[in-house]
């Protein structure tokens, strides 16, 4: 039995590091793009906030992203520089 968690509205498998990081990118994005806005009117006053740290999203996504790529075998992310003078 696999173990799901819900993001986005969606069920995904935590055991999956490849659809975690996909899940959390469609998070990110909605987040970035103002989807996951709350507001709150209090005595005539509109309150607007988003209730998401995007920074510990980011580094989640960074996480998956890697353990996704390990289990994969995926690309690089750094490569060597190097000069050539002709």
């Known amino acids: ?8 509205g969606e069920p995904v498998d935590i ?21 996951s806005v709350e507001s709150v009117e209090i005595d005539g006053e509109r309150i607007t906030y988003s ?6 999203l980011r580094q989640l996504i960074d996480q998956y992203g890697a353990q996704c790529a390990a289990k994969t075998g995926g690309t690089r992310t750094r ?7 002709s």
Do not use: H, Q, Y
């Not at 039995?1 to 986005?8: C, E, K, L, P, S």
């Not at 055991?15 to 989807?35: F, H, N, S, V």
């Open 51 to 56: 209730r998401a740290s995007l920074p510990a």
């Open 15 to 35: 055991d999956d590091p490849c659809a975690m990081a996909r899940a959390l990118r469609k998070t990110e994005l909605r987040i970035a793009t103002g989807g």
């Open 1 to 8: 039995m696999t173990d799901t968690v819900v993001i986005g």
């Open 79 to 85: 490569f060597a520089k190097s000069v050539r003078w």
